[in-house]
């Protein structure tokens, strides 16, 4: 049992590049989301997905689009990578209350 | 003004001393109160929740919620090396969606 699992661990990026960072749990959960955190801000919700084929903006959605691939996988798209967009991103799952947290991934952007 | 409000320290304690971590909210729908413990390049995983007012125990742990006061707390007796983390605070109204705050930084030291 995997839990929630990221891919990649970490990347650096030059400014406008694009990337994916891939998402996949397997504790059958209907719930997705991902966020990123920052020194002094938290964790700050990207977008979610409440079950397969939908998903909703969180609280910092801008230059970021998701997909929800099936039940297991949710992954996240930066088409034009900003520097601003330097951070960790954490995947995360859930059904009931609790919200499992997968690695995480660190991004640099140049 | 954040919904949630967290001291982000450093906190720095000896061991075998009692940690308080201390979090105020604003959003009187909030109904969950949880405590999530982050390890430095690690993802966040839940210690434990409470449902509305009052504490909750769990071994060295005790979570309380003010609902009146807006005030949640989390208590560690008997703290250990092995505590030293980020302790991050979230909550929950209806849906699916957690608020965090920016988390504590607590080191215990031998």
């Known amino acids: 049992n995997a839990g929630v699992t990221q891919t990649p661990k970490f990347q650096v990026l030059k400014t406008g590049q694009s990337m994916t960072l891939q998402c996949a749990q397997d504790?059958?959960?209907?719930?997705m989301y991902w966020y990123r955190q920052d020194p002094g801000m938290g964790l700050r919700l990207i977008y979610y997905?409440?079950?397969?084929?939908?998903?909703d903006k969180g609280e910092v959605p801008n230059g970021y689009n998701v997909s929800r691939l099936n039940k297991r996988e949710f992954s996240l798209r930066l088409e034009s990578a900003a520097p601003s967009q330097t951070s960790v991103y954490f995947c995360?799952?859930?059904?009931?209350?609790?919200?499992?947290f997968g690695p995480g991934t660190r991004l640099t952007v140049l | 003004q954040k919904e949630v409000e967290q001291d982000p320290g450093p906190l720095s304690v000896p061991e075998g001393a009692i940690v308080s971590l201390n979090c105020t909210y604003s959003?009187?729908?909030?109904?969950?109160f949880m405590w999530y413990r982050q390890y430095s390049r690690k993802g966040p995983e839940l210690l434990m929740y409470?449902?509305?007012?009052g504490n909750k125990e769990d071994g060295r742990f005790t979570a309380q919620v003010d609902k009146s006061s807006k005030y949640i707390s989390l208590f560690i007796r008997d703290s250990q090396p092995s505590d030293s983390a980020t302790y991050l605070c979230?909550?929950?109204?209806?849906?699916?969606?957690?608020?965090f705050g920016t988390g504590t930084q607590l080191k215990v030291e031998l």
């Open positions: 995360a799952s859930s059904e009931t209350i609790e919200q499992f």
């Open positions: 504790m059958n959960h209907n719930s």
């Open positions: 997905s409440a079950s397969e084929g939908t998903t």
């Open positions: 959003n009187s729908a909030f109904q969950y």
């Open positions: 409470t449902y509305s007012s």
């Open positions: 979230a909550m929950k109204g209806g849906g699916n969606k957690l608020t």
